[in-house]
Each structure stands twice: as structure tokens, then as C-alpha cells.
């Protein structure tokens, strides 16, 4: 039977998933009307930037039916392997929107560290996986520090390259680039935070910090109407 902790923490593992999910077809939705192939980019990457915590989700409810979860080889694989790809997705995106000139470089260096990542990870999840971690309970897994250097890796590319939109937008003349920016900075500072946290000590609260997170990326990135109106008196 499962304890109350590894219950807790496999429920906002779920909820923290599902929410990014939902948050990310919301945004992948907007292509349709808008027909900006960066909404699908942007929708894509923000799903994927869950993976890391979907395999603790997977795991949760395999344990309700076996008491035991994943396997460490199925934990290691769900939880990274597309993490890079993501990535990718959401370098396009950004390089679109900063407008940046070695696009192409950047494009082919990221893709480089895709294959380096991705035979990375196949190969020792099939030769050695606990050289990449050990599982402490059905839902929770301790990365090695050469994992967590990759996963690392992925993750601040992935901030440096966001907190540059934000601080263009922050410094447009547009009110509602500039409230998107703010609400944006908000986002990717709680993720940062519940990530970090996250992985010194599992709780509940660094994982409702995430679902926050990813609930401010939505309200940033779309800017909803309703939310204009709460924090612009009026519109351009």
C-alpha cells in the first residue's frame, strides 16, 4: 500500500501534468484562428516542458494497480527523452519572435545537443540506468549529477531564451506587450523557483508553485481578454 506522501505527491505530479497539458493545447488551439505557426511551437514546448513530471504521474497510477510503479528504465525514458525535442520546438519559436539574424547556427548547435542528449540517455537507460538515477518511491526518482547537468542544460536554454522575450516585450511601447511581458516574467520566475525546489525536496507546495507557473504562462502568452481588462483600463 502506498503512504500518504507518495499519494500527495503522485496527485500534484498529475495535476501539475494535466494542467501544462491543457495550458498547452489551449495555446496549440489559437493556431487555427490565428494561423501562427508559433502558437503550435510555443503549445508544444510548454506540454513538453511537463515530461520531466509525467512519469511520476504514469508511475502513480500504475502503483495504485501494483503497488510498485514504472521501472527505472521506463521512468528515466519517459521522463527525458523528449525533452530535447521540446526544446527545439521552442528555440524555433523564439528565434522567430527575437527576430534573432544566426537563426541557422543556433538551430544546428541546439540539434547537435539533441543527438548527443538523446544516444545519451538510450544508451544508459539500456546498459546502466542507475548511472542516471535511483528511484526513492513509485512517484519520486534521484537524477545523477550527469543527468541533472543535462536536464540542466535543456532548462536554461530554455529560460535564457524566454527571459529575452520577456525584456522585449517589457520594454515595448504596446501596454498589453508590456503587461504580456510582466505576466510572462511572473511565469517563468515560478517555474524556475518550484523547479529548483522541486528537486532539493519533493513537496505538494514547490509543485502547486509549478501549476501556478504554468497557468501565468497561459494568461501572459494568450492575454485573454478578461485579463486586459483586470489589469489595463482600457485597450489599444
Not at 514546448?45 to 503497488?67: R, T, Y
Not at 510582466?182 to 505538494?204: Q, R, S
Amino acid at each position: 500500500m502506498l503512504d500518504d506522501v507518495v499519494i500527495i505527491n503522485g496527485i500534484f505530479s498529475l495535476i501539475f501534468v494535466v494542467v501544462c497539458i491543457i495550458v498547452g493545447l489551449l495555446i496549440f488551439s489559437q493556431y487555427f484562428k490565428l494561423r501562427d505557426r508559433n502558437l503550435l511551437l510555443v503549445g508544444i514546448a510548454w506540454m513538453g516542458l511537463s515530461e520531466p513530471w509525467l512519469p511520476s504521474s504514469i508511475s502513480f497510477l500504475v502503483a495504485l494497480v501494483n503497488g510498485k510503479g514504472l521501472t527505472l528504465e521506463v521512468y528515466i525514458f519517459l521522463g527525458n527523452f523528449f525533452l530535447p525535442l521540446t526544446l527545439m520546438a521552442w528555440l524555433i519559436a523564439m528565434t522567430d519572435l527575437l527576430v534573432i539574424e544566426k537563426k541557422k547556427t543556433i538551430l544546428i548547435a541546439c540539434g547537435i545537443f539533441v543527438i548527443f542528449f538523446e544516444i545519451f540517455m538510450i544508451y544508459y537507460i539500456l546498459t546502466d540506468p542507475s548511472f542516471l538515477g535511483e528511484l526513492v518511491s513509485p512517484v519520486d526518482i534521484d537524477y545523477t549529477i550527469y543527468a541533472i547537468v543535462l536536464l540542466f542544460a535543456n532548462l536554461l536554454i530554455f529560460f535564457i531564451t524566454g527571459f529575452l522575450f520577456v525584456i522585449k516585450s517589457i520594454q515595448s511601447e504596446i501596454p498589453k506587450i508590456r503587461l504580456k511581458g510582466k505576466l510572462l516574467l511572473v511565469a517563468f520566475i515560478c517555474f524556475l523557483i518550484g523547479t529548483a525546489l522541486d528537486l532539493i525536496a519533493t513537496t505538494p507546495l514547490f509543485r502547486l508553485i509549478l501549476v501556478l507557473s504554468a497557468i501565468i504562462f497561459y494568461m501572459g502568452y494568450i492575454l485573454p481578454k478578461p485579463i486586459t481588462k483586470l489589469f489595463l483600463k482600457k485597450e489599444d
